[in-house]
């Protein structure tokens, strides 16, 4: 009488083993960039603060200030986060930068996050994609990516 086989050959195993490294190969880098991306939304959640401030500012003067104190917030070192390590306005009016740094990935490590206020009959709004952003655009949040 014949007898059944049981379990799995051995080439059936290193086939299943096969399917896994190539799934991990390709989510890996992609799961990677998620990451990146989720660090550079801390620039902007920590840059918001700064927007409220400084659009309060501007419908109460008319003007943007030179420097993110004139506007009541702490000096740039203190506002900092995991891998932001400050906020600051900058030379040009209207303009918060997020400066990465901390424990950032060191595909954004040292760069930058401008967020430039764009005004229009005495409201303001914020936009992201401007020469002051230095961090590579497939890390940007969507609305940055797009014209926001």
Excluded at 5 to 32: D, H, N, R, S, W
Excluded at 69 to 86: C, D, E, I
Excluded at 121 to 145: I, M
């Amino acid at each position: 009488m014949k007898s059944m086989q049981k379990g799995f050959t051995l080439i059936e195993l290193m086939i299943v083993v096969a399917i896994i490294a190539i799934l991990a190969a390709i989510a890996i880098p992609a799961y990677q960039n998620y990451l990146i991306r989720a660090q550079v939304s801390e620039g902007a959640v920590l840059g918001s603060a700064a927007e409220t401030s400084l659009a309060e500012f501007y419908q109460n003067t008319g003007h943007f200030p030179t420097v993110l104190a004139s506007s009541g917030l702490a000096t740039p070192a203190s506002v900092q986060g995991k891998y932001v390590t400050s906020v600051d306005g900058t030379s040009t009016a209207g303009v918060i930068i997020a400066v990465f740094g901390n424990q950032a990935n060191s595909a954004i490590n040292g760069s930058q996050l401008g967020l430039s206020a764009i005004t229009s009959g005495g409201t303001v709004a914020w936009s992201c994609n401007n020469a002051h952003t230095t961090v590579a655009a497939k890390y940007l949040p969507t609305s940055c990516r797009t014209g926001g």
